[in-house]
């Protein structure tokens, strides 16, 4: 996938989003799993193509060389443009929901 071009978005991409807004400290793959539910093979493609599109972007833990710690894990936040980006999508897609309520 080219930088910046919009993922698809589907039920499992916006409930990751609407976790990663919901926090202000980055969050792990594994809590991210645990909060959505979602196996690791589909929630590690899905974080793949929000960061090659520039909407969540991630970094190891620093704990690296430190006695006893724990494996690092990979810290995911939502961009500025990942903000922007699921708010749009989500007025998209409110009318089209409205008609299930």
């Known amino acids: 996938m080219e930088s910046g071009r919009s993922p698809k978005l589907t039920r ?3 409930a990751i989003l609407s976790i990663l807004m919901e ?3 980055p969050v ?6 645990k909060l959505t539910k979602l196996a690791s093979g ?3 493609p899905i974080l793949i193509r929000l960061e090659e599109a ?8 620093e704990n690296a060389g430190e006695p006893g710690a724990k494996p690092r894990r990979r810290l995911y936040r939502i961009t500025g443009i990942g903000v922007q980006a699921a708010r749009k999508e989500a007025k998209a897609w409110k009318p089209l ?4 309520a």
């Open 54 to 61: 520039k909407w969540v972007d991630s970094t190891w833990e």
């Open 23 to 25: 926090n202000q400290e």
């Open 42 to 44: 589909t929630l590690y």
């Open 28 to 33: 792990a793959g594994s809590e991210l799993a």
């Open 97 to 100: 929901l409205e008609r299930f």
């Open 12 to 14: 499992q991409t916006m």
